[in-house]
DNA sequence: CCAAAAGTGTTGGCAGTACACCCATGA
DNA sequence: TCATGGGTGTACTGCCAACACTTTTGG
């Protein structure tokens, strides 16, 4: 007896953030990449990546996988979104779609490829996709900037070593405010997610800035009992 | 191309929670049904309630049938928790269950049926359950514990009205920790989610309690974008 | 009257905000 | 030297915990 539930599939997709400057202003903004359909249904529409799952791939790796497939990049940050599954979603058929959200870094997507099926939107401006997926991408966007305030998710987007004024930028870049570099500093030296290095960041025509690495002892208390653990780590003891 | 991932299914399992008296010092703890299980994986282990996934059924109305087959009752909440899926799971079978957690009113909970294979176990004392349904129970009480604290949903477990009283009850049940009562009402009442009637209590040894209703004006802001709507779920008629 | 829970008042600590101010560097 | 961001100090405000106190019922 399979157990296989009749014409229910099930694929995953992945909402994949980065910040970019926005073209306009030069400001850092949300992004994200899109692939164009090419067939139907909802042909020639912007969707998010993703793709069937695979029968000996776990949930987390098939969206590292895509990801990959896509922007030629590897996660910093990856964790399950969503799974949608309303029977109308997809014309025809029926699918369960996992959906995943990853943070890459800035510096890597600046260089990511673009080509006539694969292109960079603005979070905060996307066209109309297929399916479901502007609800997914606006739920997406929601968590984004909801776990920033309580998790560690920004340095995701930085590299090993950063100044704070670097790890306030992302956050006014998420949240689309400005805030107080003399208030922020306290929070995040108070908060111990990050630790001061020797090192000092030169070259700007100010005082030099004190390099950060995170604090990688410090837990993070965002995912309770299914943690952190990332991509193809299916393993847990106890 | 049917786009069906070879050997992958689909099921839905729901962790219900109901809050009842402790049969040994008498004060209410959390309460969860569990089914014991007839065939092979796991004959015999006690487990989640659940099932395949219909085609034709939207996936919080799979929550909400096995939830009614399981207890005879009706969630007062409903949410999405998570899809476990990897690959080694369940011995032998590609299973990726989307796991919903529910609320059910304590009073209706106290009448609700056991069998020989239908049983409620104190939320932090389960047996070894079959799959990954420690884990599963573990995170649901996890956002259970967490979600209290920013969200409404502790009037889930009571009646259309209550005193602060009863709702202090529940929180103080659902953390495992004495409340004041004096902050515990400033901060109900501050926060504009419940609303007083003109009704009171009586029958105590002491002063009438005022009695409260859930205030539908004021949005739950725990969901964002997706609400707290529940795709088709048989509920919510007020 | 007394016991017990309902409900109000008051205080102190702590975290977030606003903003003034000094420090160190490149040009 | 000046402009610029790095970094510190400080007062104000609002929330929350603790706890003393008053109110209203049943017995």
């Known amino acids: 007896m399979t157990a296989q539930a009749a014409g229910v599939s099930v694929a995953v997709s992945t909402v994949i953030f980065a910040l970019r400057p926005s073209p306009h202003d030069g400001r850092m903004t949300v992004w994200l990449p899109l692939v164009r359909r090419i067939r139907e249904p909802f042909d020639g529409r912007w969707a998010l990546p993703g793709g069937p799952l695979e ?11 895509t990801l990959a497939e896509t922007t030629l990049l590897t996660p910093q940050y990856l964790e399950q979104l969503y799974a949608f599954g309303n ?3 997809s014309p025809g058929e029926r ?12 510096d890597e997507a600046d260089v990511a490829v673009e080509t006539e ?12 996709l297929a399916f479901d997926h502007n609800l997914i991408v606006e739920y997406a966007l929601w968590r984004l900037r909801n776990k920033l305030e309580y998790s560690h998710i920004a340095s995701a987007f930085l590299g090993d070593t950063f100044t704070l004024s670097e790890l306030r930028e992302v956050h006014e ?10 208030n922020f500093r306290r929070q995040i030296e108070s908060s111990g997610q990050v630790v001061p290095t020797e090192h000092l960041k030169t070259g700007g025509r ?19 009992p299914l943690g952190t653990r990332q991509p193809s780590a299916p393993k847990d003891a106890s």
């Open 55 to 65: 029968a000996d791939e776990d949930l987390a790796a098939s969206a590292a996988r």
């Open 87 to 89: 029977t109308d979603r």
């Open 95 to 106: 699918v369960v779609s996992i959906v995943y959200w990853a943070l890459v870094r800035s």
């Open 117 to 128: 099926n694969v292109r960079w939107f603005d979070a905060d401006s996307v066209p109309e």
């Open 173 to 182: 870049a998420v949240l689309q405010k400005p805030l107080d570099p003399a």
């Open 206 to 224: 100010h005082r030099p800035a004190r390099l950060y690495r995170y604090n990688t002892a410090e837990p993070d208390p965002s995912n309770g």
